[in-house]
């Protein structure tokens, strides 16, 4: 009873927990090789599209605003990290904080578009940055080298180079539990009421004193600086941005991946994430299913349609009402249904 | 003294004149009603003062801390840094959030922090959120809603939901509430409660109220003034008992669906 | 001379538009009707095309006289039931979710209807013919007539299309449950028949864009993604809250594209489409032709 009321009463306990345990897994990875290489890469995946979908939700599931050309942040990110460790080597920390400010800046000007039109027309609107950031990017080469990609290699660390995908691995799930927590912080305080406000009544939200004008900025301006630093995991990661992944697809996936996984919650990001990046390769690997060519596409897609239709508030909302929820109501006798993870 | 006065107020939308230089006063401290039959232009009126709207001409004079200012100068999510709050005839609630965060947002301007000490937790956070959450605390159990705290506002009944509007407006420590028809929706028994409970508010919390109402029983019961308008034009401004035998109201009113 | 390379270039922009027209209508007849941004249209024509191109194959193979009549009836009588099975089995189950929800099943058919194209018809491109081969000089002009054929296509059903929805019951019904789906139903139009038919019509529609681009694209999986596209942007540009404002959108983008295509470069040819498109948006938010919804305080 005691640990329930610990778990519950303070949440941070959720998150130092989770840490624990998987700073344990990850050691005994380190010393026995507990996942397979594969394994290690994809869960690198996981961590850097759950910034991603973060970062897409604070948008999105949070604020109510809708940008279906993210990709071109993570893109911008991806290569800036790319471009200031080959040409100025400053360092782990400043290269992915710069990799999310710059983009950040992009970001309050989309936010100033999404200003004047209304959410379909948005919609459209980011969703032909989404198709056409993949052509910028092929034609900027000097930035980012164009068709041929752009290598980098591994941070470094204090003399610490990250070579081995699995001490990367740890390096982005750090990076990531400090997203995670930064948000948790934000989401229960002003602005992140703010922002909920926003998406749930524009006009008494305004009459509250939240100007619209102000919020709307710091939402596109917070989720082009997560999926900035994002992009630059991923540029870490695989050492290698090429602009062919920056299309319309990987921004209608970061969509997917918050409607899927849940929106507004934390939880149903990294569920997203998760999702996106494991349900493909787990199509391919079905014995007979897994020959028939483009199958993890159309399974992948019907997976899709089966959670909307199933489990409409996403998996990982689903799961918290339907369980999580009532399990803490009933041992605690509280009257607390749901909310933000 | 006046709280508040509104000068000579035009407000057009295209070709229609919702609201003809109209002039009336509110006095500190009192409940003001606005009432007149159905198109009249009383929401236009209400939106004009509360900023949704725009008059093409006319003031809106505030009296707050010591000096005057016209409301009309300042954009909509400025005005309840002014000393206002105003509440929504179709129950503007975030539906999303819990019945305390609802609350909290009412206190937005209250809370000084800023998203890097919220995210960073930076010292000053905890005080200024825990005075915002027991004010919210203390308002909840005022209105009797103290239990619903961590529940959803749009799984609440109508009743519950109105209530918490007026919870939420409180939150921002105004000088002058603004109501747009505080009643609808209620039987006779809730609106005697809604009667008690705006007395009760006005005299707690020291507050100039103003309503825009079609319930003539909350209107004749606690108004100290009134003002009557149709088409867009003040038929009459006074007390309950100088409205009731007013004529002129009684023509307004006449062939519509209210009755004294 | 210039002024003659020039109208050709207006005139192929005319040709491309009206597809443009044609697949931007469609996509707005559906969100109208059914509040679901189809995505998925795209491929689901690419997929008609594909059926299409394999009945004009087999047909041509067997020995029929004339199989790419066969192959454009195919076209009609496959996209009529493909059009009306996806309606039934993927959107109506989910008719109930919030927006974002909807556009999230289409997307998943984007992958599902995608992948099967090329798991079902291979990878590889395939050439169409016209509709009418042959081609006309005018001095410096070159004119074909599956140019007008399209056009003239497209013109009868927009024309056809019209007809109904103004004049007829049916399209009443149609007119009634864009408005209002919930009301309408209550007053009695069977709204599901009128959403199963406007997705019936969107994904013909898409059909016969295909086939009449397939000449000059060819038949392969990603022969729709960009046309698809500008008819998102065709359809924005016009204003999704009218019928007409898709068709003058589409018009214009076929027209800027073709010039755009020839005079400056074709890699250019997207972004400016979609620069101009923002350029619009940024003084008509709501499209050259929508409306400005009225939001009540």
């Not at chain 2, 825009?212 to 003040?234: A, P, R, Y």
């Not at chain 3, 086939?211 to 359809?235: C, Q, R, W």
């Amino acid at each position: 009873m005691a640990f329930f009321k610990l778990f519950n009463n303070n949440p941070y306990f959720k998150y130092i927990l989770g840490s624990i345990i998987f700073v344990i897994i990850v050691f005994i990875d380190l010393q026995l090789g507990l996942f397979a290489s594969r394994t290690v890469n994809l869960l690198i995946r996981v961590v850097y599209f759950s910034v991603v979908a973060i970062g897409f939700n604070i948008l999105l599931g949070y604020a109510g605003q809708i940008s279906l050309g993210h990709a071109a942040f993570m893109g911008f990110g991806a290569y800036l990290t790319a471009f200031i460790s080959n040409n100025y080597g400053l360092g782990f920390l400043p290269t992915i904080i710069l990799s999310g400010l710059i983009p950040m800046v992009f970001g309050v000007i989309l936010g100033l578009v999404a200003l004047r039109l209304e959410r379909l027309y948005l919609a459209i609107a980011t969703l032909g940055i989404g198709v056409t950031i993949e052509f910028v990017f092929r034609e900027w080469v000097w930035f980012t080298n164009g068709f041929s990609g752009a290598r980098l290699s591994r941070p470094e660390i204090f003399g610490f180079a990250f070579n081995n995908s699995r001490h990367f691995l740890l390096l982005s799930t750090i990076i990531l539990f400090i997203v995670i927590l930064f948000t948790y912080n934000l989401i229960n305080s002003k602005t992140g009421r703010a922002l909920s406000a926003m998406r749930d009544s524009g006009h008494a939200a305004q009459a509250m004193g939240i100007s619209l004008f102000k919020y709307k900025l710091i939402a596109f301006a917070l989720s082009a600086f997560y999926v900035g630093i994002a992009g630059s995991l991923y540029a870490y990661a695989e050492r290698y941005v090429h602009p062919s992944t920056w299309g319309a697809e990987l921004s209608l996936d970061m969509l997917a991946m918050v409607v899927i996984g849940g929106l507004a919650s934390i939880g149903g990001s990294v569920t997203g994430a998760g999702f996106l990046v494991f349900v493909p390769r787990l199509v391919q690997d079905l014995p007979l299913i897994g020959e028939i060519t483009n199958i993890n596409f159309i399974l992948t897609g019907l997976a899709m349609i089966l959670v909307i239709r199933f489990m409409p508030i996403g998996i990982y909302n689903w799961f918290d009402y339907k369980f999580i929820q009532p399990f803490y109501i009933k041992r605690l006798n509280l009257n607390k249904p749901g909310g933000d993870d | 003294m006046k709280k508040l006065e509104v000068k000579n107020m035009t407000k057009r939308f295209g070709g229609l004149v919702a609201v003809d230089d109209l002039s009336f006063k509110v006095e500190e401290g009192s409940i003001f009603g606005l009432i007149g039959p159905n198109g009249a232009g009383k929401t236009t009126v209400f939106n004009s003062i509360t900023r949704f709207y725009n008059p093409e001409e006319g003031e809106v004079i505030l009296r707050t801390k010591g000096s005057k200012i016209d409301l009309l100068d300042y954009k909509t999510h400025q005005i309840a840094d002014l000393g206002l709050a105003r509440t929504f005839q179709n129950v503007e609630l975030f539906g999303k959030m819990t019945v305390l965060d609802n609350m909290l947002v009412g206190a937005h301007n209250n809370i000084k922090t800023n998203f890097l000490i919220e995210g960073f937790r930076l010292p000053g956070f905890k005080k200024k959120e825990n005075q915002a959450k027991t004010k919210a605390m203390e308002i909840l159990n005022f209105l009797g809603l103290k239990k619903l705290a961590h529940q959803f506002a749009d799984s609440q009944p109508y009743g519950v939901q109105k209530l918490l509007e007026l919870g939420r407006v409180l939150m921002s420590e105004p000088e002058i509430i603004l109501l747009d028809e505080p009643a609808a929706g209620m039987n006779d028994s809730e609106t005697d409660k809604l009667s008690d409970l705006l007395l009760k508010i006005r005299d707690e919390y020291n507050l100039t109220v103003f309503l825009v109402e079609h319930d003539m029983g909350l209107v004749m019961d606690i108004c100290d003034e009134i003002v009557v308008i149709n088409f867009g034009k003040s038929i009459m401004q006074g007390t309950p008992k100088e409205i009731q035998v007013s004529p002129e109201v009684q023509e307004a009113y006449l062939g519509g669906d209210d009755e004294f | 001379m210039h002024w003659q390379i020039f109208l050709q270039n207006v005139f192929g922009g005319i040709e491309t538009g009206s597809l443009y027209a044609l697949a931007a209508l469609g996509v707005v007849l559906i969100y109208r009707v059914s509040d679901v941004t189809n995505f998925a249209q795209g491929e689901m024509a690419m997929f008609s095309t594909f059926v299409t191109y394999t009945i004009w194959v087999y047909s041509a193979n067997a020995g029929f006289p004339y199989p790419y009549i066969a192959a454009f009836i195919g076209a009609l009588i496959f996209s009529a039931i493909f059009g009306f099975l996806i309606e039934r089995i993927f959107i109506r189950p989910t008719s109930d979710s919030s927006l974002l929800g909807k556009m999230i099943v289409t997307l998943g058919l984007i992958l599902m209807v995608n992948g099967s194209a090329g798991a079902i018809f291979g990878t590889d491109s395939h050439y169409m013919q016209r509709a009418i081969t042959g081609h006309i000089r005018f001095g410096n002009m070159i004119i074909r007539p599956h140019s007008f054929f399209v056009i003239g296509l497209a013109i009868v059903i927009m024309l056809v299309l019209f007809y109904m929805i103004k004049f007829t019951m049916f399209g009443v019904a149609i007119r009634a449950t864009a408005q209002n789906d919930k009301v309408a139903k209550l007053m009695g139009v069977p709204t599901k028949k009128v959403t199963a038919f406007t997705w019936i019509m969107a994904t013909m529609m898409g059909a016969i864009a295909g086939l009449m681009i397939a000449p000059a694209t060819n038949v392969y999986t990603g022969m729709m993604a960009d046309i698809h596209l500008k008819s998102f942007i065709a359809a924005v540009l016009g204003g999704f809250t009218s019928f007409v404002g898709p068709v003058i959108g589409g018009l214009m983008i076929g027209i800027l594209d073709n010039l755009v295509g020839y005079y400056i470069s074709t890699n250019w040819q997207t972004v400016i489409v979609y620069g101009f498109l923002i350029i619009i948006l940024i003084f008509k938010p709501y499209g050259l032709f929508g409306e400005i919804p009225k939001k009540k305080v």
